[in-house]
């Protein structure tokens, strides 16, 4: 059986975390910052966890992280 290649769109936005878990950057924190608040630019800094419903999909994406 050939690898499975991974999709390197989802490479450069999910990574693996010590746990098995996958993280995500926050959407909304690159333009149009004027308009938002201090407190919600600083939030939208953390990353978060790629919650349960779309695991399965990411792990689709990136068979061997």
């Not at 390197?8 to 938002?36: D, E, M, P, Q, V």
């Not at 600083?42 to 068979?63: E, G, M």
């Amino acid at each position: 059986m050939p690898k499975i290649k991974s999709n390197k769109a989802a490479a450069k936005r999910f990574s693996a975390t010590g746990t098995g878990k996958y993280s995500r950057n926050k959407a909304f924190a690159s333009h149009i910052l004027t308009t938002k608040t201090t407190k919600r630019k600083r939030n939208l800094r953390k990353s978060k966890i790629v919650d349960s419903t779309n695991v399965r999909q990411v792990a689709r994406l990136l068979p061997y992280l």
